[in-house]
């Protein structure tokens, strides 16, 4: 019986043996994680931008269709090029106004409001004006006056005024806008060693517009305004009355159009900008440089010719989709089973309660790719839970959705000392071990 239990234990000390020269071995050998690349649907290639000619020969010299949902530029011509944008300026004094202000306000008019030039309400010096109203002055008529006033109110100076109109600028990305006005008149300055013009591109415009009518806690009051067709009030002391038209001429010719802005000075040409809603989508564009006298009526043919163009070509598809994804290999993870005899892989999964439904504003042509990112290996430790990759919907060449991948499960490095420990377990346990020991 000594003898059956001496090679026993001489047996067990060999496996030990074996298995930590096996670990050890394990332990120098060092891999490399690379990347593990699937992609269903279609290959994820780098398309070219959809539109890269101006096919609708447009009369403006910049101008972009824009997805007010995702501020995705559907159709654009220079639309990144910067120019001045007049009168547009006021949907930015305008938004500014209703998140800083109180509608109810007084507003007192100063020398220099009163001295701003056509078109203007014609306020004295001292006439009192109540907020509210001098926002449906400044948007339905584009009163010069009324945006000091507002400016100067709200900011405590033109300058002050400013400082907000950029800082929101800059917090909607739109970096190729510089505010100096609240009323469009052109306008350069020096700041910080440099020459800056008042001054965006029709692509930052129309981003803008998609703030004013949409993102912004104030946009309801924003549309009510823009979206009003006559407006009358008075002075604070009901001394003086006046009256406000709509000169957004889409808003009676064109069916969806609910908000804009029109916009002229002599460095900027006529200018627009606006919104219209088509069957659950709302498109937006911006129009910069498009003409000047006597051609006022070219950027009404220009915004026609863009709506239409995006109310035929795009509509909204669902395009998600289920996605498989592989099991991750962690190199010197302790073995799930307990056992080395297998590698160790974890299954990866996205989110339960992800979004199972994406839906975009596409064209007939145009293919959504979807491309899975899970390394092929990691090194342990690893946690439940942990972010590993994504899968990501690509549309010409940009990521328009992406869901994380993680870990189902997590698992420990591999150490000589669990290696002796599961050893020891297994020959415990082995039938027949227990009595060899205690017979002994």
Not at 149 to 167: D, P, T, V, W
Not at 175 to 192: M, R, V
Not at 266 to 280: E, H, I, M, R
Not at 368 to 388: F, I, M, N, R, Y
């Amino acid at each position: 019986m000594r003898q059956a239990k001496g090679i026993l234990l001489a047996a067990a000390g060999l496996a030990l043996f074996f298995l930590i020269g096996t670990f050890a071995g394990k332990l120098a050998e060092k891999e490399t994680v690379k990347n593990h690349t699937s992609v269903t649907s279609e290959e994820a290639d780098h398309k070219k931008p959809l539109q890269t000619t101006d096919e609708l020969n447009l009369y403006a010299q910049s101008a972009v269709l824009m997805d007010a949902s995702s501020n995705r530029i559907l159709y654009g011509k220079n639309e990144e090029l910067v120019r001045p944008m007049a009168s547009t300026t006021k949907i930015m004094t305008c938004i500014i106004a209703l998140e800083n202000g109180n509608l109810s306000d007084p507003v007192t008019a100063s020398q220099n409001a009163a001295n701003q030039p056509k078109v203007h309400l014609g306020v004295y010096k001292g006439e009192t004006i109540c907020l509210k109203d001098l926002l449906y002055s400044l948007m339905l008529e584009s009163h010069n006056d009324a945006a000091m006033m507002i400016a100067e109110h709200i900011g405590g100076s033109r300058e002050g005024f400013a400082k907000l109109m950029n800082q929101k600028a800059k917090e909607l990305g739109c970096s190729n806008t510089y505010f100096i006005t609240p009323n469009g008149l052109d306008a350069k300055e020096e700041k910080d060693g440099e020459i800056k013009e008042h001054a965006t591109t029709a692509a930052d415009l129309a981003r803008i517009m998609n703030y004013c009518i949409g993102e912004s806690p104030k946009s309801r009051q924003f549309l009510e305004i823009t979206g009003t067709q006559n407006y009358s009030f008075t002075d604070v002391n009901g001394k003086r009355s006046f009256s406000c038209t709509n000169h957004n001429a889409l808003l009676n010719s064109l069916g969806g159009a609910f908000s804009g802005k029109t916009g002229f000075t002599g460095g900027a040409g006529y200018s627009y900008v606006g919104a219209v809603k088509s069957d659950g989508r709302i498109f937006t564009i911006a129009l910069l440089g498009c003409g000047w006298p006597p051609h006022k009526t070219w950027k009404w043919s220009d915004a026609r010719k863009l709506f239409q163009y995006g109310m035929d070509r795009f509509h909204y598809r669902d395009v998600y989709e289920e996605v498989k994804l592989p099991k991750v290999l962690i190199n010197e993870g302790i073995p799930l089973t307990g056992g080395l005899d297998r590698p160790v892989l974890i299954a990866c999964a996205m989110a339960d309660d992800r979004e199972k439904s994406i839906k975009l504003l596409l064209a007939d042509d145009e293919k959504v790719t979807v491309k899975t990112s899970v390394p092929d290996k990691l090194e342990a430790p690893v946690k439940k839970g942990q972010a590993v990759g994504a899968v990501t919907y690509w549309l010409n060449g940009k990521a328009v959705k992406e869901f994380p991948v993680y870990l189902t499960e997590g698992t420990k490095r591999l150490t000589v000392y669990w290696c002796f420990k599961n050893i020891i377990t297994r020959y415990l346990s082995m039938p027949g071990f227990t009595e060899i020991l205690a017979s002994s």
